[in-house]
């Protein structure tokens, strides 16, 4: 299962809708883009901010990430310039059905790069372009 840096993050920072997305994601193997590394760290910096967690707590939330990098239990797939250049593609695809933005139209390159069961995004415009493309989704 694919997961956007949104919904990855509600696996490690509790959310309203935190346990849904962990029931849903249960049992599957979890892929997202490279570019997840950094988006959930700027997650995390935010909810410091915003003292929902702490340093401590943000520390110990990434190391936990990292792990699961290193071990494999969440496969990030690689960002280069051939998924950069899909993601012009996926964004004239959509065009002028879907305004996807840049980061959303790389993790849908990234997807279609790797096909790993449907996409999991909470983004109403990612899910659009998703829809548009013939994706499949987790609902």
Not at 6 to 30: H, M, R, T, W, Y
């Amino acid at each position: 299962m694919y997961l956007d840096s949104c919904v990855l993050a509600k696996l490690f920072v509790n959310e309203p809708d935190s346990a849904s997305c962990q029931d849903k994601v249960s049992g599957s193997v979890i892929v997202s883009s490279q570019l997840a590394y950094g988006e959930l760290f700027s997650t995390l910096l935010r909810k410091e901010r915003a003292r929902e967690i702490n340093s401590a707590q943000r520390e110990l939330l990434w190391a936990d990430f990292e792990r699961q990098v290193r071990e494999e239990t969440i496969y990030l797939a690689n960002l280069d310039g051939t998924i950069v250049r899909r993601a012009k593609d996926v964004m004239r695809d959509v065009h002028p059905h879907v305004p996807l933005r840049t980061l959303d139209a790389i993790h849908l390159a990234t997807y279609l790069s790797v096909i790993t069961g449907p996409l999991f995004t909470k983004d109403v415009r990612m899910r659009a372009a998703a829809r548009f493309l013939e994706i499949p989704l987790v609902e």
